[in-house]
């Protein structure tokens, strides 16, 4: 178990030798069960940090945030980060690292362990709560977290709660980190890609109605974009609005800017669109499902990442996030990789 | 009498094979569909995803990626990365509900006229059967 005094030990420890700017990490949120970030500068406030299952989001997006702020002032305070990271965190850092984004030396990882489980599913603890109102989500022993109700406390199953991502999760554990707490044990998953399987077993016509449905509900408010950690690019290819523009930029350069898609939500834009960016993380996804979590239409934006991943597993024997040193998908190639696609 | 379906193809052929090997068969008179809208680009690895998409998006029916075989890149290893990416592409077009057979991938070199030829055939009977392209098309 992932001890919180141990965490907040640290966390203080650090601060207070000036070790690191400040802490990302998790704290208690005002609406019932749910965290929010926080962003702990003061070594009295440690008190505040939390680790349970709720803490769903991936913090690493304030990293890439952080090194944007950094590019424009004067002074930058190089020192690190602290950064509280889960299982798919920590390969977000390590596909950050992988292309030279980050440095090591500007974060220092303060990794926790899923505990054999993972995180939850607001939707799937509703149904099981069945109207009661959850005030406290914990992890408890053998994969079991308890859930304090505004009428008592329960003990749940965590595969009845788990998010579907956790329960395809291959590494339920920080592979880098500086220091780390918890149970270092994985939890077994028999089949990685099931949801991806499924949707393949069936029917071209039944994907492509299910597709267009999906994605004719997208109005385009690039919600997945802004809480992608991957998504970072200062100039994104979708919109024209993020295109450099300095006020010496002439006219006859505006205008040459390609609009490879256009804003209109309609459905051939939003298929483009989500193509483009599923392409655009094949190799860098790390499947911490902050697209699906804030995207405001319940589109399963995941499924299109995640059949990625299972290419590059299948076909190309490529796995994220788990060794910076090595080059990406699509910068790399071996002479076996299949071609019995080409005429 | 209804006139018969006629494929539109976009095809992206590498300047240093597969656009040279289409010119051979134009010089050496050999008959294809005309249904190919060729575009020269410098090496198939600069094929961005986006292009095809695009091609898609713009209402072709059917969109073709070719260069030259493994190891004959004039880049050296452009292809390689080309056969990679346009994998990935297939995969993905294919897992939304495209016809697989909407878009191909070949390797043509510059001697290989016949074989353009034969792939441009192939393409256009395969597409003819399957209607016009209308699920990425923008105004269908």
Same mark, same amino acid.
């Given at each position: ?19 690191? /700017?400040?802490? =990302? ?7 019932? +069960? ?13 008190? #505040? ?12 997006? +304030? =990293? ?18 602290? =950064? ?9 850092? #390590? ?30 603890? #509703? ?30 199953? $965590? ?59 997208? =109005?385009?408010?690039?919600? *997945? ?5 991957? *998504?970072?690019?200062?100039? !994104? ?13 002439? $006219? ?17 834009? #939003? ?16 499947? !911490? ?13 995941? +499924? ?21 040193? /090595? ?17 | ?140």
């Amino acid at each position: 178990m992932v001890k919180l005094e141990d965490l907040r030990q640290e966390a203080a420890g650090i601060l207070k030798s000036g070790k690191v /700017k400040y802490i =990302i990490g998790y704290t208690r949120g005002t609406n019932g +069960f749910r965290p929010i970030p926080a962003f702990i500068k003061d070594p009295d406030d440690v008190e #505040n940090l939390i680790w349970n299952p709720a803490c769903v989001h991936n913090l690493t997006k +304030f =990293i890439v945030d952080e090194k944007k702020r950094l590019k424009k002032e004067k002074n930058p305070d190089k020192r690190p980060i602290g =950064i509280i990271v889960k299982g798919c965190d920590s390969r977000a850092i #390590n596909v950050l690292l992988q292309e030279k984004y980050i440095n090591r030396e500007d974060v220092y990882l303060l990794g926790v362990s899923c505990e054999k489980t993972g995180v939850l599913d607001e939707k799937k603890l #509703n149904k099981k709560l069945k109207g009661r109102r959850a005030l406290q989500v914990d992890f408890k022993d053998n994969g079991s977290w308890l859930v304090t109700t505004d009428s008592g406390q329960e003990k749940i199953q $965590a595969e009845e709660l788990l998010a579907d991502r956790c329960i395809e999760c291959k590494a339920n554990f920080p592979v880098v980190y500086d220091i780390v707490f918890g149970d270092k044990s994985l939890r077994k998953t028999d089949r990685p890609f099931q949801s991806v399987e499924n949707m393949e077993n069936l029917s071209q016509k039944e994907r492509w109605e299910f597709w267009k449905e999906q994605l004719d509900k997208c =109005i385009r408010c690039y919600a *997945c974009r802004s809480a992608c950690p991957m *998504c970072y690019c200062d100039e !994104c290819v979708v919109d024209t609005i993020s295109f450099a523009v300095e006020p010496d930029t002439p $006219a006859e350069e505006k205008a040459q800017k390609i609009k490879w898609i256009e804003k209109s939500p309609n459905l051939s834009e #939003n298929i483009i669109y989500h193509l483009t960016r599923a392409m655009h993380l094949a190799g860098r996804c790390i499947d !911490c499902g902050e697209c699906e979590r804030v995207c405001p239409l319940d589109i399963p934006i995941r +499924f299109l990442n995640k059949k990625m991943e299972k290419e590059a597993k299948t076909l190309f024997d490529y796995e994220v996030g788990f060794d910076p040193g /090595k080059p990406s998908l699509v910068s790399s190639f071996k002479d076996e990789d299949p071609e019995d696609f080409i005429r | 009498m209804a006139e018969e379906f006629e494929p539109k193809i976009v095809a992206f052929l590498c300047k240093w094979c597969s656009s040279a090997g289409s010119d051979l068969a134009g010089v050496s008179r050999m008959e294809y569909p005309p249904n190919v809208i060729p575009i020269q680009v410098m090496c198939s690895g600069s094929v961005s995803p986006l292009y095809i998409l695009s091609a898609f998006k713009k209402g072709a029916d059917g969109v073709l990626v070719s260069g030259c075989h493994p190891g004959d890149c004039h880049y050296i290893k452009g292809n390689f990365y080309a056969r990679r990416r346009i994998a990935l592409v297939k995969e993905l077009l294919e897992f939304v509900g495209l016809d697989p057979e909407r878009f191909q991938m070949s390797w043509v070199s510059a001697a290989e006229g016949v074989k353009y030829t034969e792939i441009i055939k192939d393409l256009v009977k395969e597409l003819k059967p399957l209607g016009p392209q209308t699920k990425l098309r923008r105004n269908p």
